[in-house]
């Protein structure tokens, strides 16, 4: 699907920051006037352009806070959120003092939202390797006692500012808490603490389960874990080693990071010289990797957004790190319900929803979007309530149910009121 822009990559970003109009995100309107002051392909230009109109809204929040409109402030300050988010997005080894002005911005602004939002919101401080990792959990507005709870995980280059919108949102509407955390490689993590992503992720989602199981507004029984985007490979890390999960969703599914990166890159005539990867010297592959940032708009953000998120010196490095983040080997020890999503025409992850399903050996889902739904784009972006109800539907069918013993659930970890069957016998949604 292309909106506006004839790039893939741009027309792709629009799109996603355009989608969260669905949740008060976004005016499809300010998009639209900020992408039309933006040249294809101009990196500076699309931060400019949309820093611009992040500042425009977030002062046209600040006055109607002032005004005594919190509704209209609210409004104005997701909104801007949303804008610094996107403005930042193409400027990772470019411009990363700017990069970080404008993630400040988003998180101020964020911050300024939810707290006059009609539902709880708590910043959390989630204790991780002597050193802590930042969060959020919100609540519906009504109601008390434990509830289910769904644990979002973000991708390469999200926040969880922006699961708010993905997620969050549709979660609450549900009766569902949700709790957002960003880890290493991610949001404030990589930019204000400077943590680089790492493979074994287990290792991170671990110490955010623990600290959820203790708040006595999560029903430890019906606990959830949602990946988004790159943010599919940690879950399921996290799956196949923790066993206090109810379910997992992946959104989308992604098998093996490195085969993903040849897809999308590298042609099959020019993979003989991944060879040299790991070469003290390795010139034709340096220039080779170079010559790819020219391929394309997406490509050349990968290459340069890669080595800062992954803390390595260069390309080729950020390359060869990749062969660490697989599943393989992996997958098959998950056992709670897994749902699977898969894009049509997902232009990263192409053919690795369908690897990882067919790699899981526990009771499974597959959920197909496509250019018919108006959601084939990756992470289903520009669909983001058809996506929501397509999830939380499944989860609402495959969690325990709230009357199941608490022994019960811990030790079976599989879908305890009668949904098994059901599950094996409909693998597709």
Not at 91 to 108: K, T, V
Not at 176 to 198: C, D, K, M, S, W
């Amino acid at each position: 699907m292309k909106l506006f822009f004839k790039d893939e990559s741009f027309s792709y970003e629009l799109l996603r920051t355009v989608g969260y109009s669905a949740y008060g995100g976004a005016d499809i309107g300010e998009c639209l006037e900020t992408a039309s002051r933006i040249t294809e392909g101009d990196f500076g230009g699309w931060y400019r352009a949309w820093k611009l109109t992040a500042d425009r809204v977030s002062a046209l929040g600040e006055r109607a806070l002032k005004e005594g409109h919190p509704v209209s402030a609210r409004d104005a300050f997701l909104r801007a959120a949303n804008y610094y988010r996107t403005s930042e997005f193409y400027l990772h080894g470019l411009d990363d003092a700017a990069a970080l002005e404008s993630s400040r911005l988003g998180r101020a602004n964020f911050e300024q939202a939810i707290a006059l939002m009609p539902h709880r919101s708590s910043m959390l401080t989630i204790p991780y390797e002597g050193t802590t990792l930042p969060g959020y959990l919100f609540q519906p507005a009504t109601g008390s006692g434990p509830r289910p709870t769904l644990i979002v995980c973000t991708g390469f280059d999200g926040t969880q500012e922006e699961l708010y919108m993905n997620v969050a949102m549709a979660a609450m509407e549900r009766g569902y808490n949700v709790l957002t955390f960003e880890g290493p490689g991610q949001g404030a993590v990589i930019r204000e603490q400077q943590l680089p992503f790492r493979h074994d992720w287990e290792r991170v989602i671990s110490p955010v389960i623990d600290y959820a199981l203790t708040r006595p507004e999560i029903d430890r029984r019906r606990l959830a874990l949602l990946g988004v985007s790159y943010g599919g490979y940690f879950t399921a890390r996290a799956a196949a080693f923790d066993r206090r999960l109810a379910a997992l969703v992946v959104v989308d599914g992604l098998y093996d990071l490195y085969d993903a990166a040849l897809t999308m890159l590298v042609p099959p005539s020019a993979r003989a010289l991944l060879a040299q990867l790991d070469a003290p010297q390795a010139p034709e592959l340096d220039a080779f990797i170079e010559r790819l940032k020219d391929v394309s708009t997406g490509a050349r953000w990968a290459l340069n957004h890669g080595p800062w998120a992954f803390g390595v010196a260069n390309a080729r490095e950020f390359v060869a790190r990749l062969r660490r983040y697989t599943l393989k080997g992996v997958a098959e020890h998950i056992q709670c319900p897994t749902l699977v999503c898969e894009a049509e025409h997902d232009q990263f992850f192409r053919g690795q929803p369908e690897q990882f399903f067919e790699a899981l050996a526990g009771p499974k889902t597959y959920a197909r979007f496509t250019a018919a739904d108006a959601a084939e784009e990756h992470c289903h972006v520009g669909a983001n309530r058809l996506m929501n109800q397509r999830v939380f539907d499944w989860l609402d069918d495959v969690l325990p149910h709230p009357s199941l013993p608490i022994e019960d659930a811990e030790t079976s970890r599989e879908p305890t009121h009668a949904r098994r069957a059901q599950l094996e016998e409909r693998p597709f949604l």
